[in-house]
């Protein structure tokens, strides 16, 4: 059974900080691993999609790596800004169908 | 191109009573996926339908059912409520293996 973890389960940083969230995964025999964005109350709003052949993925001031054999992932986000604060969570899907197993979550708030 | 259309955005149901919950994936999506999110449980998932057939199942009592139309939308049912399945309830579609969600369905059972 995949077992996924975030660590820590909360930061907070003041504005302009480098933000780097942790995700870990125990079977590492992912298809990929996509990053998710939670606001208070909201749905999950997908921000970055690695494949399992990919070590990197970056999507302006986001950039995701991955590392299957340690089974880690991170996700960094550069020069943190008020309106990044929420909620990061990190999901694998289980081989190659669609059912995710996801981590906790880490709240991220970004300080003025 | 529009996203995944979750309705309604909230409900309060009573205990005993039953509950449908709706779901429109992305055009062309086949496979929509349910999850459960509590504070206490995080994400949890429900099913999975593709092409109007469930594939996959989590370990939910036999209350939640659901079911595909042939336009891919989906709808979530449970029955006989319990104060437990007050919860944010997320529906997923997918294309290849990325999957998109909606704004999610809040249900309260008072």
């Known amino acids: 059974k995949q077992e996924v973890t975030q660590i820590p389960a909360a930061l907070s940083v003041p504005e302009g900080e480098n933000l780097v969230l942790n995700c870990s995964f125990t079977d590492s025999a992912i298809y990929n691993l996509q990053w998710f964005r939670q606001d208070p109350g909201k749905g999950l709003t997908s921000l970055l999609l690695i494949q399992s052949s990919q070590r990197e993925q970056t999507s302006g001031r986001l950039n995701a790596s991955l590392d299957k054999s340690s089974g880690r992932s991170t996700l960094y986000i550069a020069a943190s800004q008020p309106g990044d604060s929420a909620t990061y969570l990190c999901a694998v899907p289980r081989s190659n169908d669609y059912k995710l197993s996801f981590g906790a979550g880490t709240t991220v708030t970004v300080r003025a | 191109k529009a996203g995944v259309t979750q309705t309604p955005r909230y409900l309060i149901k009573t205990r005993g009573q039953q509950v449908t919950l709706s779901c429109s994936p992305i055009?062309?999506?086949?496979?929509v996926s349910w999850y459960q999110q509590t504070p206490g449980q995080g994400l949890q998932f429900l099913f999975e339908?593709?092409?109007?057939?469930?594939?996959n199942k989590g370990n939910f009592p036999g209350r939640f059912s659901g079911r595909q139309f042939s336009n891919s939308r989906s709808e979530m049912n449970v029955s006989t409520l319990e104060l437990g399945d007050s919860a944010l309830y997320l529906c997923a579609s997918a294309l290849g293996t990325e999957a998109f969600f909606g704004q999610g369905t809040r249900l309260t059972v008072v």
């Open positions: 055009s062309g999506h086949r496979s």
């Open positions: 339908y593709f092409s109007e057939t469930q594939r």
